[in-house]
């Protein structure tokens, strides 16, 4: 079966850039996209086809995806973007999601 | 606007059944994917499966087949997620999200709780 795999956890200081990384076999072939869940809240999407983002998300979300990695950065991260994150792609018709990156801003 | 909500939680017994509903509103109901997606306590998101409301068609994670079965009712623009022989570790919040296609999840649910407890 297909797996993504992200770092458990990613620490940054306000107004540094974050990077989240999501690995997987040929994830570049695939697309990848970024999911934002807050405590308590229903995840929200935050990337999609790799670089695209939905409306009402700021501009500091950025996405890459190339060879086995995609990357989703935060630049000028602020302390309302602690959050857990999820990548996500699709391989044969079923769903992947990454095991989730606790970002904390400190 | 676009919304999904889901029923209200449930307690349920090993062993047992449930049956949760995600009602679509504010967009055509049978253009786009619903896709099951639970999370334990503590724990990341587990996609189950999805269906497709135009034609019915599913496809589910190898972990929950013959456990699960999505439908749907296309006069009520809901689908419902029924999962079987419910073990303590099926205690988990479930959502239904929307996805145009084979793409991304753009709209969830609220999240139904269910706790499955003797």
């Known amino acids: 079966s297909y797996e993504l795999t992200q770092p458990p956890s990613v620490s940054v200081s306000p107004g540094q850039t974050a990077s989240i990384t999501c690995s997987g076999e040929?994830?570049?072939?695939?697309?990848a996209s970024w999911y934002q869940q807050k405590p308590g809240q229903s995840p929200l999407l935050v990337i999609y086809?790799?670089?695209q983002r939905p409306s009402g998300i700021p501009e500091r979300f950025s996405g890459s995806n190339s060879g086995n990695t995609a990357t989703l950065t935060i630049g000028g991260t602020q302390a309302m973007d602690e959050a857990d994150y999820y990548c996500q792609a699709w391989h044969s018709s079923t769903v992947v999601f990454g095991g989730g990156t606790k970002l904390t801003v400190l | 606007q676009v919304q999904l909500v889901q029923s209200g939680a449930e307690v349920k017994k090993p062993g047992a059944s449930v049956k949760v509903s995600c009602k679509a509103s504010?967009?055509?109901?049978?253009?786009?994917?619903m896709h099951w997606v639970r999370q334990a306590p503590g724990q990341g998101l587990e996609w189950m499966g999805w269906?497709?409301?135009?034609?019915?068609?599913?496809n589910y994670a190898q972990k929950f087949q013959g456990r699960v079965t999505m439908t749907r009712d296309t006069s009520i623009s809901t689908a419902y997620m029924e999962l079987r022989r419910l073990r303590s570790d099926d205690t988990a919040v479930y959502y239904c999200?929307?996805?145009?296609?084979?793409?991304?999840?753009?709209?969830w649910g609220q999240g139904t709780t269910v706790t499955v407890s003797s």
């Open positions: 269906i497709n409301p135009d034609s019915g068609g599913t």
């Open positions: 504010g967009y055509t109901f049978t253009g786009y994917f």
């Open positions: 999200a929307r996805a145009p296609g084979y793409h991304s999840m753009d709209v």
């Open positions: 086809q790799d670089d």
């Open positions: 040929k994830l570049g072939d695939k697309y």
